[in-house]
């Protein structure tokens, strides 16, 4: 019998006041250990799936599951629950409040009962692991817009939890702060943490992530990235274009130079060793 998922929703239902349902009957389910990539359309529901996720709300019908286990409302509940799903919203103005960065990351372990040693620990963990050490005792009000973005996550991350829920958290970076936040998450992972992000981006979904989950009207469809990310009538359905990975491995395909069995390219890097390989065959088919 398999393990129960790490999160996981069932069957649940969510409508705002006076709002036509946003989510119904949805099954939905974390991993632990797979970075997960959550994508759709404006208006999916995206944002509530994933404040249901965090305890932010509940659903109206199904429940939410922690090991298997029903989460109950309460404050002893609410308590397990963020000890286990973190959520960082997309944008870190909307989360962060304190006059320091050290303070504003202190919050969440102090709203634990924790004690001072135990808080001061977690906070240099958590800032040492965003690379962020330097910012400390700065104003949160004088940093940077990636310098916000890597404080909020912080504070997400100084609560131990088990799962990290990312609201596009690539969204207003340049590229370089994208790449240094990808090596951040790639180093929360190694360290445990399981990695889930809500993103537009499907290019950065198929190059990232493990799992691919596809919010449509007819519900979410989820299964491996390359093969979640390379079906265009799935990618119609939630509104989604087709990666440019999955459009490479297509044409490799239709001209002979990449077997069905053989995985498409994920990263530009991937893509130029294919087509050196592509090139060696042809040359040796040449000779």
Do not use: C
Request: proline share 6%; aromatic share 4%; glycine share 10%.
């Amino acid at each position: 019998m398999s393990e129960p998922a790490l999160v996981a929703l069932r069957g649940a239902s969510f409508a705002y006041e006076d709002g036509p349902a946003v989510l119904s009957g949805l099954d939905f389910e974390i991993r632990e250990g797979r970075a997960l990539a959550l994508l759709g359309r404006n208006g999916s529901g995206k944002t509530t799936l994933m404040r249901l996720l965090s305890g932010g709300l509940k659903p109206h019908a199904g429940r939410l599951t922690v090991d298997g286990q029903p989460v109950t409302y309460d404050r002893k509940g609410l308590t397990r629950l963020r000890t286990t799903v973190q959520l960082v919203v997309q944008d870190p103005d909307d989360q962060l409040f304190a006059a320091s960065v050290e303070q504003d990351v202190s919050f969440g372990p102090l709203n634990l009962g924790l004690d001072d040693t135990e808080v001061r620990a977690r906070v240099a963990e958590a800032l040492a692991a965003l690379d962020i050490t330097a910012l400390a005792d700065r104003p949160t009000h004088l940093l940077s817009y990636g310098q916000r973005k890597r404080t909020a996550i912080a504070g997400a991350v100084a609560m131990r939890p088990r799962v990290l829920v990312l609201d596009e958290p690539t969204a207003g970076l340049d590229p370089d702060g994208q790449e240094r936040l990808l090596t951040t998450l790639d180093g929360l992972r190694e360290a445990g943490t399981t990695v889930v992000m809500a993103t537009h981006d499907v290019d950065l979904a198929l190059r990232w992530a493990d799992d691919a989950a596809l919010l449509t009207p007819s519900g979410v469809r989820t299964g491996p990235a390359p093969e979640a990310l390379a079906r265009p009538d799935l990618l119609r359905e939630a509104g989604l274009r087709l990666p440019w990975g999955a459009a490479a491995a297509e044409l490799l395909r239709a001209k002979g130079l990449l077997t069905g069995e053989e995985p498409g390219p994920r990263t530009p890097a991937e893509l130029a060793a294919l087509a050196a390989v592509a090139a060696g065959r042809l040359g040796a088919h040449g000779g």
